[in-house]
Nanobody, 122 residues
């Protein structure tokens, strides 16, 4: 029905940059808040950044000033530009989106991508 597909992860050196993308497809009427979460080994999944449909953003304290979230509403895509990466940023990164799929029923649901690995190491 709805798919979120992430891309852009990989191995990067400390201090380097990576840009993640997440494209939503399927039966989409509206996309509201989109966001990125991450889960490191042995840790719980945590919020990285959120962006509303109007472009308002919110970041975890640990990534403020280093990561930038943005979106292209015409392409149903959300991005995460990650700069000045640290080894502590190593995790599987998941995108999420609150999506309305029915034009007659005014409800929405949270959808998740499959995750993309980002490893920060020299």
């Amino acid at each position: 029905q709805v798919q979120l597909v992430e891309s852009g992860g990989g191995l990067v050196q400390p201090g380097g940059s990576v840009r993640l993308s997440c494209a939503a497809s399927g039966r989409i009427v509206s996309i509201y808040t989109m966001g990125w979460y991450r889960q490191a080994p042995g840790k719980e999944r945590e919020l990285v950044a959120l962006i509303t449909s109007s472009g308002n953003t919110n970041y975890a304290d640990s990534v403020k000033g280093r990561f930038t979230i943005s979106r292209d509403n015409a392409k149903n895509t959300v991005f995460l530009q990650m700069d000045s990466l640290k080894p502590d940023d190593t995790a599987v990164y998941y995108c999420s989106a609150k999506i309305r799929t029915s034009s007659t029923i005014p409800t929405s649901a949270d959808y998740w991508g499959q995750g993309t690995q980002v490893t920060v190491s020299s």
